[in-house]
């Protein structure tokens, strides 16, 4: 009976997202991350950077001694600034990349101390596991940018290291021109400096000035007012261009969650459905809605027919600059916001989905770690985090979330 009258509430309008929870998570921007190194060579220093990989950044904005980072960098994108030092660099003389093709740091621990912040933690280079410590600080703490009103963070700092720890020696085998003299040159010792920057899309970050007049709107008109708008336009406008007006219509759905309008949400919802009929995003995010205001039959039919009306996302061979698929990004993010709104269990259900539409994107399987996890799933969570990192080891979101 309990079940019964929560359902009825939140059909009413009385559901409403709960507080958010400390945990941030952070995506590291690797566009806008520098991680390089120096060493000794002769009478002069060689410098170099890696110039891809991934990083999940966990901060605990309550406590953030709790957070954690973790980084993984390709090891074939090591970038001297001269390809035949690269090429060389690359063999099993040195980074013997074939064999290890990434180099691994997770923070174990995060401290406090007099000079600023330290991360302590295991870093994995040419197959060998050492225990280091990293100092550091926050360049900048946690901020919501007035561009893109993500949450940003940034940290920098330094670290000395000895290659030779970890088994990488030199050598000539694949570079004749390196002998045993010129390898005597070389520094017992690199450093490693590294600027970070981590950005979080959380549900603040979807609340634009345009999405609040539209709330604001179908608070003081109604929502059918909106409904008629949309369908006048769907009207007048040539396809095309009126498929422009679906992503902030999700958007407004989503604002009015956040401000505990559920029944206007299930309105805008359903007749988003109704007008984007082939568009699988409509159906899965109107079963999304029709699941937090308790209608689970209804829930599971529109997911049922979100997968019907799936096309995957075809993909322009000669894309310079090749981004996510925008429809697996907005709902992977709606699943997240969902677990800080609290809905965990719904998160839940758009999550499962999501990973038999997107079974090669490795993060759909963290986030439905996540979100099991929230629900209170532990083992069925860690099984999500083991497929994300067989799908994608370098999937840095599963190694943050897997050990928490």
């Not at 003081?220 to 369908?231: C, F, K």
Request: hydrophobic fraction near 40%; charged fraction near 25%; charge should be neutral.
């Amino acid at each position: 009976m309990i079940v019964h009258a929560f359902a009825w509430i939140s059909l009413i309008g009385g559901a409403c997202p709960s507080a958010p929870p400390t945990l941030r998570e952070y995506t590291v921007d690797y566009g806008h991350t520098i991680v390089e190194f120096s060493i000794k060579f002769a009478f002069t220093r060689i410098k170099g950077r890696f110039t891809a990989g991934k990083g999940t950044i966990v901060y605990d904005e309550a406590t953030p001694v709790n957070s954690s980072i973790s980084m993984v960098f390709e090891s074939k994108s090591i970038d001297t600034g001269w390809g035949n030092r690269d090429r060389h660099l690359r063999t099993s003389d040195f980074f013997d990349v074939d064999k290890f093709p990434t180099i691994q740091f997770q923070s174990r621990r995060i401290a406090q101390t007099d000079k600023g912040w330290i991360a302590e933690g295991d870093l994995t280079l040419h197959g060998v596991t050492k225990r280091i410590t990293m100092p550091f600080e926050f360049l900048q703490p946690p901020v919501r940018s007035p561009q893109e009103r993500w949450m940003v963070v940034n940290l920098g700092g330094s670290v000395r290291l000895a290659p030779a720890d970890f088994g990488i020696t030199g050598g000539s085998t694949y570079n004749s021109w390196f002998d045993k003299a010129k390898a005597a040159t070389m520094g017992d010792s690199v450093d490693v400096t590294f600027e970070v920057e981590g950005y979080s899309a959380d549900a603040a970050t979807q609340r634009s000035p345009g999405v609040e007049a539209a709330v604001e709107r179908i608070s003081s008109g109604g929502v059918q007012a909106q409904v008629a708008r949309l369908t006048e336009l769907k009207r007048t406008k040539p396809e095309q261009e009126f498929a422009a007006y679906f992503r902030g219509t999700e958007l407004t759905i989503r604002g009015l969650i956040a401000t505990c309008r559920m029944n206007d949400a299930v309105a805008l919802s359903k007749a988003m459905a109704d007008l984007f009929p082939s568009n699988h995003s409509a159906r899965l995010i109107n079963a999304f809605v029709l699941d937090i205001s308790g209608d689970s039959r209804g829930s599971v039919a529109e997911y049922g027919k979100g997968k019907e009306v799936f096309r995957p996302l075809v993909r322009d061979p000669n894309e310079l600059f090749p981004q996510d698929d925008p429809n697996w990004w907005f709902l992977d993010n709606l699943v997240r916001t969902a677990l800080e709104w609290g809905y965990s269990d719904q998160a839940v259900q758009l999550a499962r989905v999501l990973t038999e539409l997107y079974p090669q994107t490795a993060r759909a399987f963290t986030t439905y770690g996540q979100s099991l996890a929230q629900s209170g799933d532990v083992k069925s969570a860690a099984s999500a985090y083991d497929k994300a990192l067989q799908v994608d080891p370098r999937e840095t979101r599963a190694l943050e979330w897997k050990r928490r």
